[in-house]
C-alpha cells in the first residue's frame, strides 16, 4: 500500500476549532512529501507507539516550542487534549490521525507553511519495531520559501527529527528493559 493510500484510507475526525482559531484547512494527502527517516527499536510496536506522545511532549510543549509557535503564527500555540486521539493538540500541531500503534498524523499550520508529520511503526521479527517518520510540507509564497532554506537549508530539520527518533527509540526500550 503506497502512503498516500495508507493516508487516504483513514479520514480524520473532524473537531470543532476553539474559539478564537481558525481551524486547518489542508488535506493531509495533499501535502508535498519532504523526507522519511526511520529508526529500528529493540522493542515491539507497542512500546514504539507509547513513547512518541512523552517524546513529543517533551520537545515540542516547552516554553521555546510555544513562543516559537507564537512567533510564526501557528494556528496551535499549547497543548490540548489528548494527544492519542484527533484533536489534540502541542504548540504547532494538531493531531489528524491516531490509529493505534501504527500510526500518528499530525498537521500544522502558520504563516509561512502547511505541515504534517506521520508516525509510523513497523512490525519486526523478534518483538522489535521500526519507527518512521516522515515529513512533508507546503511553502507558498516568497516569504514561505525563505523560511524553507532556513529550516530545511540549514539541515536543522534533520537534526531535529533524528533527535526525536533517538529519543522514541530510547524511551522504548527503556520501558521494555526495565531502564
Known sequence: M????????????????RKGRRAIDVPLEKLPPIDEHEIEVDAPAEAAWA?????????????????????????ETD????????GGTLPGFVVSRAIAPVMLALLGEHKFSKYAIVFRIDLLPGQRSRVRL???AQFDGTRGRIY????????????????ILRAIKRRAERSVNGG
Do not use: M, N, Q, W
Not at 502512503?3 to 470543532?16: F, I, N, S, Y
Not at 513513547?51 to 494556528?75: N, Q
Not at 497543548?79 to 484527533?86: K, M, T
Not at 532554506?149 to 533527535?163: A, F, I, P
Open 79 to 86: 497543548c490540548h487534549g489528548d494527544l492519542h486521539h484527533p
Open 148 to 163: 524553507k532554506l532556513g529550516v530545511l537549508g540549514t539541515r536543522g530539520h534533520v537534526l531535529v527529527v533524528r533527535r
Open 134 to 136: 516522515e515529513t512533508r
Open 2 to 17: 503506497s502512503t498516500t493510500e495508507e493516508l487516504e484510507a483513514v479520514k480524520p475526525a473532524a473537531e470543532p476549532a
Open 51 to 75: 513513547a512518541i506522545f512523552p517524546t513529543l511532549e517533551h520537545s515540542l510543549d516547552t516554553k521555546f516550542g510555544r513562543r516559537y509557535s507564537e512567533k510564526v503564527g501557528a494556528i
